[in-house]
């Protein structure tokens, strides 16, 4: 464990700010741009993937493993929401025989 430490802890903090920043921002651009309902889904995961990074890396760095702690009570929520998630989109399908976002209009009433 000691050698995985010194190994994050050589590469420079900025350096893994800006990979977080940058797997966010394509995380938020699949979001705002796609239509597919699996795309968004799958572009928020990976979101939630660059705030797992970052507090792993902080909490390394910082020597405190709550950040590490924090991020397991992340991935254990994110686990919930795929299932949440993908039997929401099994009916969205079942109900509209599509995953465009653009045809839920028709669900209202």
Do not use: C
């Not at 050698?3 to 350096?15: E, R, V």
């Not at 760095?61 to 994110?78: E, R, W």
């Amino acid at each position: 464990m000691e050698t995985l430490t010194q190994n994050i802890q050589s590469i420079p903090l900025n350096h893994y700010i800006i990979l977080s920043t940058i797997i966010f921002s394509i995380g938020v651009m699949g979001v705002m741009l796609r239509r597919n309902a699996i795309v968004i889904f799958m572009s928020v995961e990976l979101m939630l993937n660059a705030v797992n990074l970052l507090l792993t890396v902080f909490s390394v760095y910082h020597n405190d493993p709550s950040g590490q702690v924090f991020v397991f009570f992340i991935m254990a929520l994110a686990a919930a929401e795929v299932a949440i998630g993908l039997a929401i989109i099994v009916m969205i399908y079942r109900n509209t025989n599509s995953l465009d976002v653009n045809v839920l209009n028709r669900l209202k009433w």
